[in-house]
T-cell receptor, first 113, second 115 residues
Framework: RKEVEQDPGPFNVPEGATVAFNCTYS??????FFWYRQDCRKEPKLLMS???SGNEDGRFTAQLNRASQYISLLIRDSKLSDSATYLC??????????????FGKGTKLSVIP | ETGVTQTPRHLVMGMTNKKSLKCEQH?????MYWYKQSAKKPLELMFV???????ENNSVPSRFSPECPNSSHLFLHLHTLQPEDSALYLC??????????????FGSGTRLTVV
């Protein structure tokens, strides 16, 4: 089983649409969770951390369900500039005394005019 | 300069060449990382350094050799690479190697092509 799984997409949505991405992770001892955004041929950039209580940043809402080992990202009122690949990222204990970020393959979003 | 800086941005090298990638972070972080990103694959962690000491080496071939002279600088020395090593190599830093809530900061990467 892959450690972090995401639907690769692509998701093609019109401007103004609401789109949701899902992610599951395999390690129940994971401590921290994030969504990163990566534009074409650029580095990943932190979009937001994810907390069990849910958190919102403008049009973006992230949710964590520890019992189901499931993470979600909701984007409301999609903009053209939201087009990117969204990476689900989990900070896991590597078993060697350190934690490391484990990345999903990413979900590609294209917002269409 | 701020953040994490990587040089060069692009590199083309032959299989018999020796080259080095450089990373510098200006964030006062204690941990630095090398990641490899190949097409249609998730980011793969290669090396982890904490306070200049290597704490993890994820079964990376010996043709990749990291060096961390201080907590602000990280190098990746390359020699006798293979065409399948062509990828985007990303450097990242974080405050430490614990279960922190703040994620990592990435450099802009070096796009490596091995010919």
């Amino acid at each position: 089983r892959k450690e972090v799984e995401q639907d690769p997409g692509p998701f093609n949505v019109p401007e103004g649409a609401t789109v949701a991405f899902n992610c599951t992770y395999s390690n129940s001892a994971s401590q921290s969770f994030f969504w990163y955004r990566q534009d074409c041929r650029k580095e990943p950039k932190l979009l937001m951390s994810v907390y069990s209580s849910g958190n919102e940043d403008g049009r973006f809402t992230a949710q964590l369900n520890r019992a189901s080992q499931y993470i979600s990202l909701l984007i409301r009122d999609s903009k053209l500039s939201d087009s990117a690949t969204y990476l689900c990222v989990v900070n896991m204990d590597s078993g060697a005394g350190s934690y490391q970020l484990t990345f999903g393959k990413g979900t590609k979003l294209s917002v269409i005019p | 300069e701020t953040g994490v800086t990587q040089t060069p941005r692009h590199l083309v090298m032959g299989m018999t060449n020796k080259k080095s990638l450089k990373c510098e972070q200006h964030l006062g972080h204690n941990a630095m990382y090398w990641y490899k990103q190949s097409a249609k694959k998730p980011l793969e962690l290669m090396f982890v350094y904490s306070l200049e000491e290597r704490v993890e080496n994820n079964s990376v071939p010996s043709r990749f050799s990291p060096e961390c002279p201080n907590s602000s600088h990280l190098f990746l020395h390359l020699h006798t690479l293979q065409p399948e090593d062509s990828a985007l190599y990303l450097c990242a830093s974080s405050q430490d190697i614990g279960p922190q809530p703040y994620g990592y900061t990435f450099g802009s990467g070096t796009r490596l092509t091995v010919v």
